[in-house]
């Protein structure tokens, strides 16, 4: 990501929908993908629902968990590992404390109870609020936190902790036990309140330690090298924080983001003494651990901005605010380059006489988007390409450009080959010489933006249309009578899956072209798609919209128009926009419009469980150019050890030709199936289904089958086939 010249800027969520949870303090906070889940926290009473924040749809959801479901808990440690997420301690009732351990598989939303062994060489962790727990190389680290002492829940004895744990954790789902690691350097004193963060971009892995509570508040910063396990101090650099409780801490890039908190408030000689009055705060401080630079990103004179209310009252929602109101015990999430916070209190009012609790959503932008994965094609006409991308963490709108690919002789031959043979378009692909080997199959479907990490709603992208739909069968290894890895078209059996065929579901991602063609704006788009049917020639001065200022529809008034053409080539690119400026273009992609003539891809493709069987459904072409007169559906399979295909190709099998707009795929053809893990947080088992009419077979849909990855078998004869541990995953 390119250097910033701009300060991070502060910006409310205006509005969102859903089931939007209570407002509280000492809640917590954990990031999947776009999906933002909350979890306890108090006010008024602990809260027990487990809330998610889609960050791209602006939505609010209760998830439908199950399992061992915790009871609600507050000040309690929350870590995240792709898509499971762990629970420590807590407070579940005034004055009682746990040492329980959940694990949510929030790719189910399935809750279980987690029983680690002790450590060897000491005792498990006690009971206690207010600690840390640091999650990193399959690891979580648990320090410090407070204790009750009294057996009476009625009392409160309080025992601040110093203790440092390692819970060693299973490589998909659940955890081995406890250790108290050898440290040296002596290490933090006894603290609760405080924060630990996780960075690995320099050298060995370490852990960071700030402020926190321990009688009066602390602004000390302590390093743990995870490779010695040696404590020490860094020296650091800059403006240090003012001592501090109950603030946030997260990591965006190579910077820790300080915000919030219980701050001193410095007396008129600004030294800070025993009697100081503590409030809340709303400064931000950023330390950068390459230089280990601290910096204040505060407003000069925070009084200026929505610091504290001008007059006592119930808090009052400001749509001009540019800067989130002082809290402590908020909870705090990155999601790409923004950093979320969410409710928290603002202090305490004596004539009120009880706690207010902030509402109000924010996030920090600290830098342009990243850059996005390449575009896709969801369907193609003779006359439009309807293209889609993926949701991109940082990015308020995006803006999509499209340029002509010149015809080729040599290459016109292959690109009429499928349809002038009969071979359904999109059965297989030609690789671009400058292609990502990955290939069109394996490309993700563009991403509702209500899909929770279950995948339980399908995805349609066709140009083949593609259609991703979760599932939970378990292909278990296994030979079958067909387990040739050749892809069987109508006509013939070719050889390999990149071997011949028509280009119209070419989505390879290529280089950027070299000739110094002419990128044309499609334009810009608050949504994750475009029917696209034409796109706009350059303005007069020849400028960049996206480089003069934030570009908008009316920038596109009175542009001269290019329509699309039949059976041409195009190549697009997107790339997101957000206050800073405009991030990196996507890698480009191409994709063809149709020739007149041929059927257009089914549609409304699902798939249902019958037994340990697979039935398939779809719709026919809403563009059929004739009369269909038949279908024909392909299954990628695992490749055998001689095969010659190159890495990342899929090889496909016929297992259905006919009249009927269903299929039912057998146990005994599914045990065999190649498991696509190319796209590494969904692995799936991936489908195709083509229409043919007296011209000849049309484009392909793509279904992807999404897969359970705790379930899924590696392949000894397929390496690609590893389920990544991050992927979603659904059980029927």
């Not at 490589?171 to 290490?187: C, L, M, Q, S, V």
């Not at 349609?460 to 067909?482: H, I, L, N, P, Q």
Request: aromatic share 10%.
């Amino acid at each position: 990501m390119s250097g910033r010249v701009e300060a991070p800027r502060w910006r409310k969520v205006p509005s969102v929908t859903g089931v939007i949870p209570r407002s509280r303090h000492g809640h917590r906070a954990a990031v999947i993908r776009e999906l933002i889940i909350v979890f306890g926290g108090g006010n008024e009473g602990i809260a027990e629902d487990l809330h998610v924040y889609n960050t791209v749809s602006k939505q609010w959801f209760l998830p439908a968990v199950r399992g061992d479901i915790p009871p609600g808990c507050a000040a309690h440690g929350f870590a995240c590992e792709g898509t499971r997420i762990l629970v420590f301690g807590g407070m579940v009732e005034y004055g009682k404390y746990t040492n329980s351990l959940y694990e949510l598989q929030a790719s189910r939303w399935l809750w279980k109870k987690l029983k680690p062994r002790a450590p060897r060489n000491g005792s498990p962790p006690c009971p206690r609020i207010g600690h840390s727990f640091t999650l990193l190389g399959g690891k979580c680290y648990l320090f410090g936190g407070l204790a009750n002492d009294s057996e009476d829940p009625n009392r409160n004895v309080p025992r601040y902790l110093d203790d440092f744990y390692e819970l060693e954790l299973q490589p998909t789902t659940g955890a081995k036990g406890w250790n108290i690691p050898d440290t040296k350097g002596g290490g933090p004193s006894a603290r609760e309140s405080h924060t630990c963060v996780a960075y690995s971009g320099l050298g060995s892995p370490k852990l960071y330690v700030f402020g926190g509570m321990q009688g009066c508040r602390l602004n000390d910063l302590w390093q743990l090298d995870l490779n010695s396990m040696v404590w020490s101090t860094p020296q650091t650099y800059g403006s240090t924080p003012l001592p501090r409780s109950l603030h946030s801490a997260n990591v965006i890039g190579n910077k820790m983001y300080v915000f919030g908190g219980w701050v001193p408030v410095p007396g008129s000689d600004g030294h800070i003494t025993a009697g100081t009055e503590w409030i809340c705060s709303n400064s931000l401080d950023c330390l950068n651990f390459d230089a280990m630079f601290w910096e204040s990103l505060s407003p000069e004179q925070q009084d200026d901005v929505e610091s504290q209310p001008a007059n006592p009252g119930p808090q009052v929602d400001d749509p001009y605010a540019c800067w989130p109101r002082a809290r402590a015990g908020h909870c705090a999430a990155s999601v790409g380059p923004r950093l979320y916070i969410w409710s928290g209190r603002d202090g305490y009012r004596k004539s009120w006489n009880y706690q207010v609790c902030c509402k109000d959503l924010w996030y920090l932008e600290t830098d342009r988007p990243a850059t996005p994965e390449g575009v896709m094609l969801v369907k193609s006409t003779i006359s439009m390409l309807h293209v889609a991308w993926r949701p991109l963490a940082g990015a308020d709108c995006y803006i999509l450009q499209m340029q002509p690919v010149a015809r080729l002789p040599a290459a016109k031959s292959v690109e009429t080959a499928g349809a002038e043979s009969g071979k359904p378009a999109g059965a297989q692909s030609l690789q671009n010489p400058n292609a990502d080997t990955s290939g069109p199959e394996q490309k993700a479907s563009a991403q509702d933006p209500s899909v929770q990490p279950d995948g339980t709603k399908a995805e349609d992208w066709s140009a083949g249309r593609g259609t991703e739909v979760s599932g939970s069968k378990k292909c278990a290894g296994g030979a079958m009578e067909d387990s040739s890895s050749a892809l069987q078209q109508p006509d013939k059996q070719i050889a390999s899956a990149d071997r011949a065929g028509d280009l119209y579901t070419n989505t390879d991602q290529v280089k950027e072209n070299q000739d110094g063609a002419t990128w044309f704006d499609v334009g810009v788009f608050k949504t994750l798609y475009s029917e696209v049917s034409h796109y706009f020639l350059p303005a007069e001065d020849n400028q960049p919209l996206h480089q003069k200022k934030l570009p908008g529809p009316q920038d596109y008034q009175g542009r001269e128009k290019r329509e699309l053409s039949p059976g041409q080539m195009y190549r697009f690119r997107v790339a997101g926009i957000n206050c800073f400026a405009q991030g990196d273009f996507s890698p480009a992609s191409e994709f063809r419009t149709c020739h007149p003539g041929f059927p257009g891809a089914p549609a409304a493709v699902k798939i249902s469980k019958v037994g340990d069987s697979v039935q398939i459904t779809w719709e026919a072409p809403s563009s059929p150019s004739g009369r269909i007169v038949e279908y024909s559906m392909y299954l990628a399979v695992r490749k055998s050890r001689s095969s010659s295909d190159r890495p990342g190709q899929m090889a496909f099998i016929r297992i259905y030709r006919g009249t009927k707009t269903s299929c039912l795929v057998s146990s005994s053809q599914l045990e065999n199936a190649h498991i696509d893990s190319s796209l590494s947080s969904r692995p799936a088992v991936v489908f195709r289904i083509a229409a043919k009419n007296e011209q000849g077979y049309g484009p392909a849909t793509q279904i992807r089958w999404i897969q359970d990855p705790i379930n899924v078998r590696v392949s000894k004869t397929d390496s690609s086939a590893e389920a990544d541990p991050d992927a979603a995953d659904s059980s029927s």
